[in-house]
Each structure stands twice: as C-alpha cells, then as structure tokens.
C-alpha cells in the first residue's frame, strides 16, 4: 500500500481523524502539537507532562493500526514510505527520542488537514 492510499483513507475515517485533530488541539497535551510540527522542543514539553501526552500518542496508534489492517494493510510489513503503524506504535512506546527519530519518517500531508 503506497503512502498516498493510506494518507486519504485515514483523512476519511473521520475517528481516526476526530483523534488526530484532539490530539494536535490538546491544550495539556502541547508536546504531541510540537512533535507533529517537528518543534525542537517536542521532547521537552512531552517529558514535562507524560500523563497526558503519552496515553493519547498510544490511543492514536491504536487507531492507526486498525484502520491499516482494515485496508488489508501489514502494520509489521508497512515500510517508513507507506506510512506504517509500526511507526505510530514506536511512537508511542519507545520512548520520546524514539518519537522525534519516527516523526521523521513520516509524510507530512497527513497532518495537513487540520
């Protein structure tokens, strides 16, 4: 699946889309905003309040992965070009270094709808 498919169905899953968009508005959550626009100081304003940014990047990844798998998608098998789950997974578990490095990787259309 290319980076292009994936991108418009998760626009148009409107609950994946409903989590980005409280994800990037959180106010106690300003640290998930910065990483989404690759801020350099992501990491500390995640770090600063871990309760509430971490448990949202988990939900959002949870979300992701299903709707992958719906469109017949891996999440394991999905490469950094194709907008993986796996990445969002990483993102939300690996830690915030893991999450700047991830960010990276992915395309920024996707956020481009807020």
Known sequence: MDAKTYI?????????????VRLVKADECEGVKALMEGRRNAAQL?????????????ATSA????????????PKKEDAHGYPATAW????????ETAVTTHKKMPESIFGKF
């Open 89 to 96: 997974h990483e993102w939300a578990t690996g830690g915030i």
């Open 8 to 20: 418009k169905a998760v626009a148009d899953d409107r609950e994946t889309h409903r989590t980005l």
């Open 46 to 58: 995640i770090n600063s309040k871990p309760d509430n940014c971490l448990p949202m990047a988990e």
């Open 63 to 74: 979300r992701m992965v299903e709707v992958l798998t719906k469109l017949g998608g891996d």
